[in-house]
């Protein structure tokens, strides 16, 4: 087994210095999300102005997978449309299904081509996808909250 | 390095090779060090065939066939029935009821007792209700958690739970507050999935008795390794489940008194638990058959029965002094980890043959990656026992449980695989 191609030297690098991490205000929408067989835990909330993404603050509890790749997220989404953002979590989600065989996009997901090795590994997909789910529910609230107040 | 223990009388490479999972390689050709026998064990030989030859010779439905296969089927069934009530010292089989593992087991006893509450007759021991408590501990593994959690709710009864020590030993000091008038049931874990701690059963029935509670043990841990008495114990309720103790998968068992079984209500309807059925309403079968509702796990009782007689063939006490022996050898490896912190009780005699720790600034996922690329197999997460994790500020461990192949060369191959771990993250 190559562990080398799981443990990348960008995840690594995150893990050890992620970006964007702790809680910041102002936000629209506060997530939390465990993964419920190890207990990895992600609060996280999202600031945006009309549809672009302005911040992206977490703070998590869990695995080197899942903390390099929140902190990995947040880089993609902030700065972004909604929209746009939402095309690299798709790639992500599409790069995570792959078994393997994926070959990611790196104008699209930039650092993120890192986690190809992650999804030969079934029971640590969870862990890299962890905070891309609270980021697809914060960007849903922040979309509710926002749609309430204008109706 | 030398891996035969202390234990003279304990021959562990014979045993290894009663069980041809072993013998295979993970990961291009590395030695299988399988440390996870708390969350199921491998399964030896005589296990897997008697499955087979009950399949291709005996196989039919029990206790409702009336031909020659019916009939020797019903008989293994029944056979393996009276093996387990000999294997934890029940002289009357009719206490051993089958289910399909130890979280089935528990949930029998709870829903028969909101049966009971809610019906409103029968006997009183069985009736919970607003004012009524139920005593769990911090220790437990959800399946001894969640369904008195949900009779609870069910019944109005309220949930309270004994504490932990920082050593990892159940806080006894409050014994008499917890367990008072009100309790009707204590639910406690023989041995800990997660610390290896072994609790005091018998002090913790005798004053639940004294109040006139019931008590369950969940000894999913304890009966695999040592020998466990039901009547020593002096518990109402045991259960256990097979696929930790040698069997396979799909069957458990609830020990009861018999006298308790008589007036539980039905847990599961159907087929088989009845003595007759009209459309209005339907009377039932005698224990253990009440609460075997529907074509059970025959194959898997079968199996069971075989892992009994291996389990008993081998020696208990020779397994049980093998497993102590393997726990303190690891401990004894782990004091020269560095950054290494071990939960639960620091003398092995204190407990079973389970290890949990965390390594300083690692998260346990990335430990147990790192240790299966070397072919060592242990358990990282909460092992289903959050609230326990919770207690002691961590989200997850790392857990190695031993068994009776393991040897000291696996010990040493998960400390050697710890030294990797620090290379990759330290
Ligand atoms: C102490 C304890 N209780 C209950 C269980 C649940 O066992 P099962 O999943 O076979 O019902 C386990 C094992 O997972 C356990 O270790």
Redesign the pocket.
């Known amino acids: 087994m190559h562990l080398d191609s799981l443990y990348q030297e960008i995840i690594l690098d995150h893990y050890r210095h992620p970006h964007n991490k702790g809680l910041r205000e102002p936000y629209d929408a506060e997530v939390h999300h465990v993964n419920p067989t190890c207990g990895d835990e992600v609060t996280l909330r999202v600031r945006l102005d009309g549809d672009k993404v302005v911040d992206v603050s977490y703070d998590s509890l869990g695995c080197s997978i899942s903390q390099a790749s929140a902190s990995v997220m947040t880089d993609l989404v902030v700065g972004k449309d909604v929209e746009e953002a939402n095309e690299v979590h798709q790639a992500f989600l599409e790069l995570m299904q792959s078994r393997g065989a994926g070959e990611p996009d790196e104008e699209v997901l930039e650092d993120a081509v890192a986690f190809a090795g992650v999804s030969r590994y079934p029971a640590r997909i969870k862990c890299a996808l962890l905070g891309w789910m609270a980021w697809k529910d914060a960007v849903a609230r922040t979309m509710d909250n926002v749609s309430e107040a204008t109706s | 390095m030398t891996v035969t223990g202390t234990n003279v009388g304990y021959d562990v490479d014979t045993v290894r090779k009663d069980f041809p999972i072993l013998e295979r390689t993970v990961h291009d050709g590395r030695r299988l060090v399988y440390l996870d026998s ?3 064990s491998q399964k030896p030989r005589t296990v897997l065939d008697a499955m087979e030859e009950f399949l291709s010779r005996h196989n039919a439905n029990i206790h409702r066939a009336s031909h020659a296969l019916g009939e020797e089927a019903t008989e293994a069934y029944e056979a393996a029935r009276l093996k387990v009530a000999r294997f934890v010292g029940s002289a009357d089989e009719t206490e051993i009821v089958f289910t ?7 949930n029998l006893v709870a829903y028969s007792v909101g049966n009971a509450s809610t019906l409103g007759t029968g006997d009183p021991r069985l009736r919970v209700g607003p004012g009524d408590e139920v005593v769990i501990t911090v220790m ?5 958690i969640v369904p008195w959690q949900l009779l609870c709710e069910r019944t109005g009864a309220t949930l309270k739970w004994f504490d932990v020590s920082e050593d990892g030993t159940l806080d006894m000091s409050r014994l008499d507050e917890l367990v008072n008038e009100r309790t009707k049931i204590v639910a406690v ?5 997660m610390l290896g701690t072994i609790n005091p059963v018998r002090l913790i029935a005798e004053r639940a008795h004294h109040v006139g509670a019931l008590v369950l043990v ?1 000894a ?2 304890s009966v695999p390794h040592r020998g466990v008495d039901v009547r020593d114990l002096g518990a109402d309720f045991v ?1 256990f ?4 103790m040698c069997g396979p ?1 799909g069957i ?1 068992v609830l020990w009861a008194r018999r006298e308790l079984l008589d007036v539980m209500p039905p847990f599961l309807g159907g087929g088989e638990m009845i003595e007759t059925v009209e459309m209005e309403r339907s009377t039932f079968a005698p224990p253990p058959h009440k609460f075997e509702a529907g074509t059970m796990p025959i194959t898997e009782a079968v199996g069971l029965g075989a892992a009994v007689d291996y389990l008993t063939e081998l020696d208990r006490d020779a397994v049980d002094a093998h497993d102590q022996d393997l726990t303190a050898y690891a401990l004894d490896q782990f004091a020269g980890v560095e950054g290494l912190r071990l939960f639960g009780p620091a003398d092995a005699a204190d407990r079973g043959p389970v290890v949990s720790f965390e390594v300083d600034g690692v998260h346990p996922h990335d430990v147990s990656q790192v240790l299966d690329a070397e072919g060592v197999a242990v358990r990282a997460g909460h ?2 026992a959050r609230p326990l994790h919770k207690r002691f500020g961590v989200t997850a461990s790392t857990r190695a449980s031993f068994y009776l192949y393991n040897t000291r060369a696996d010990v040493d191959a998960l400390v050697a695989g710890l030294a990797q771990v620090k290379r990759y993250f330290g």
């Not at chain 2, 874990?189 to 999935?193: F, R, T």
């Not at chain 2, 489940?241 to 930790?244: A, I, R």
């Open positions: 708390a969350n199921t399909k593992n130890i979280s089935e087991a528990i437990e593994h959800h399946s001894n874990a023989h041995q800990s999935n969940d999913a841990q259960g489940t097979g696929h930790k998968t458990g092992h289903c």
